[in-house]
């Protein structure tokens, strides 16, 4: 069992404290993608002083590669990378339908070869309950099926309907302790009818938070968006929820408008490895040559050390001669840009003045409406 | 004109201080390397907490790019990289001949294309020179010809005595400034009468300090000893000593002990990117499978960050799956190791124990004989 108290709420974006055994995260929170027990490029201290608070790791590429027995030897998750602070791990679900070879999907579980190495294996609900007990996550997401986009609303019920079977099993599964948590997953795509239903199955069963699964796959911004306005809704009040893989400063501001507490992306991180940096006044790429001999900082209004210490210039020149300390800053930066736009939104919500920030925010750093890539 | 003072002596061996305009370096000292204005995988802060206090920079790498006038309208080489301490920059005349395309080789200099982009440029004493300042080097460091080994003793001759031509250039190029020196470089292979003459030559020319060049390229660990032995005595006792690009532990010991105060080599940061780690034991390989499951520290002996807070099995998943955290992490204990090792030496030589640590030191860490490699 975890806490989660509402501290405010503007319309109905809510400003909360989710509380673990580990430390509390301040919501809306976004979380550090530490995908194979690290952020890439990152050391875990930077990531703390960047302001993250809760650690996502991928339960399909630990499971692989060290193994989750391997790391239950060693002690733990935490222990393992550094990171005294809660960790989520993701049930491998998505993963395994998007990164694994040979899979076969039965009512039991996933038979897949792993990318690496062909290896077999097999995830069910019970298996990745256990591996992520075995990783001591403090937040355990149950196992479900990220249905694939498009399909035939037949086909997105069939694999809700699968998701919450699961997800019962996932419950069965899990074992209780004080300070950890397990969220289940709303599935059912784009179609209203069917979030309904899976969202009555979930609080029947009873969790500690809800994640809306399914969206930025492709459906677009103004889909996802309307999809999360009408789920919300279904979700208690008096329990987080996480809308998942998402995404872009503007998908996020929307999300946290219509009250979404949890966040995960790989793009802050993946766009610091491809010399890309999210500003206040809207992205850039600073391997372009315009920023070869730019003084100023990659951000004047961030204070980053990777904004503190360098000039675009020095950037540019890293990103072009291929240097590792190039993905280094340029991570650290966008990973503190949003943590810096979560504590935006956060003391706005607090402060009664959300639309306004929100507008004001998105007007200066572009308010794009291109769906979010996972 | 910059500043030596010899602190202590035991036996041959030299505990020094280099007074420069942007700080001391306490000698025997092996310096960072950061090639391309960024010592790879690290951040400059990290570099300095590792105890390194002067920064080799390429000037060949950094002519291409980002180019030595973008430098010079950016502020120079410290503010670029944020190193405000001293900056040692090689002459370009290594790795002009070991990295370029379509070399020329004349009595005015060296044409050539770049590796990078094809383009043609011209390094003579005078342009090398005159980089070095653009990039606000503390320590210039003379344009010579790296001879190639093996050559004929004819062609060690000819091409030392071009060497020791172009050291004059050099020294008429070179703008004399409070804190800032130029350092002159001994070829002559390993041929002691040819040794002799271009130490002569150096010396009636007049430098801050006296590099050995042209070793480690070959001759193996004896010869390149012998060399050193019979060219120290030859050098003026009041000026610091530099062996450049030199190297494996046991070379540095043994050049220690030989009166060398100065040393660079790529090898802790290089091989912190191939998962080498030295150790008070001996240097290990983390990918090995033997370290999957070792809780302990890459060196138990040692206090850098790598080893305070992630363990051998950690490390070894880090470098498995290719993670960015591995080089990072590796790099910075190998140059802490290399700055330990320094600082151990130094202590040693003030305390007039000398012999028996470097004895104790190369009897635990592996007193390995083969050839260091630049």
């Keep these: 069992m975890i806490g989660f108290d509402l501290l405010a709420r503007d319309g109905r974006a809510r400003r909360g404290r989710m509380t673990l055994g580990r430390g509390t995260v301040e919501t809306p929170a976004f979380m550090a993608t530490g995908t194979a027990a690290t952020v890439k490029a990152m050391r875990p201290e930077e990531v703390r002083a960047a302001g993250a608070e809760l650690m996502l790791c991928n339960t399909y590429h630990l499971m692989l590669r060290p193994g989750?027995?391997?790391?239950?030897?060693?002690?733990?998750?935490?222990?393992?990378?550094?990171?005294?602070?809660?960790?989520?791990?993701d049930s491998g679900g998505f993963q395994v339908m998007s990164l694994a070879a040979l899979r076969k999907l039965t009512e039991e579980g996933v038979a897949f070869q792993s990318h690496l190495d062909g290896t077999r294996h097999m995830l069910t609900p019970e298996r990745s309950i256990e591996i992520q007990h075995l990783l001591d996550s403090d937040v355990t997401m149950a196992f479900d099926e990220c249905t694939k986009y498009p399909a035939?609303?037949?086909?997105?019920?069939?694999?809700?309907?699968?998701?919450?079977?699961?997800?019962?099993?996932?419950r069965d599964a899990f074992?209780?302790?004080?300070?950890?948590?397990?969220?289940?997953?709303?599935?059912?795509?784009?179609?209203?009818?069917?979030?309904?239903?899976?969202?009555?199955?979930?609080?029947?069963?009873g969790f500690d938070g809800y994640a809306i699964g399914g969206l930025a796959v492709g459906e677009g911004f103004d889909l996802m968006v309307a999809t999360i306005a009408s789920t919300e809704p279904l979700l208690p009040a008096e329990r987080p929820r996480y809308l998942m893989g998402v995404g872009k400063p503007?998908?996020?501001?929307?999300?946290?408008?219509?009250?979404?507490?949890?966040?995960?992306?790989?793009?802050?991180?993946?766009?610091?490895?491809?010399?890309?940096?999210?500003?206040?006044?809207g992205p850039i790429n600073i391997r372009n040559a315009r920023f070869a001999e730019d003084p100023g900082p990659l951000d004047p209004g961030c204070a980053c050390p990777a904004c503190r210490s360098y000039s675009r210039a020095y950037l540019h020149h890293l990103v072009k001669a291929e240097e590792i300390l190039g993905p280094m800053l340029l991570t650290q930066h966008?990973?503190?840009?949003?943590?810096?736009?979560?504590?935006?939104?956060?003391?706005a919500i607090v402060e009664g003045r959300f639309a306004a920030h929100a507008a004001a925010f998105l007007a200066r750093c572009g308010g794009a409406t291109e769906p979010a890539s996972a």
Excluded at 267 to 277: F, L, W
Aim: aromatic share 6%; net charge positive; hydrophobic share 45%.
């Design 334 to 347: 966008n990973v503190t840009f949003y943590q810096d736009m979560m504590a935006g939104l956060r003391a």
């Design 250 to 281: 503007p998908d996020i501001v929307a999300a946290v408008e219509l009250g979404v507490d949890l966040f995960d992306c790989v793009i802050p991180t993946r766009s610091g490895r491809t010399a890309q940096a999210f500003t206040r006044d």
């Design 152 to 170: 035939s609303e037949q086909e997105v019920a069939e694999s809700m309907r699968l998701s919450m079977r699961w997800a019962r099993r996932s």
């Design 175 to 205: 074992r209780e302790r004080p300070g950890k948590g397990l969220f289940g997953i709303v599935q059912g795509g784009v179609h209203h009818a069917l979030r309904v239903e899976s969202a009555a199955a979930l609080i029947a069963i």
């Design 68 to 89: 989750a027995e391997r790391v239950a030897r060693l002690g733990g998750l935490h222990g393992f990378m550094n990171w005294p602070g809660p960790i989520l791990t």
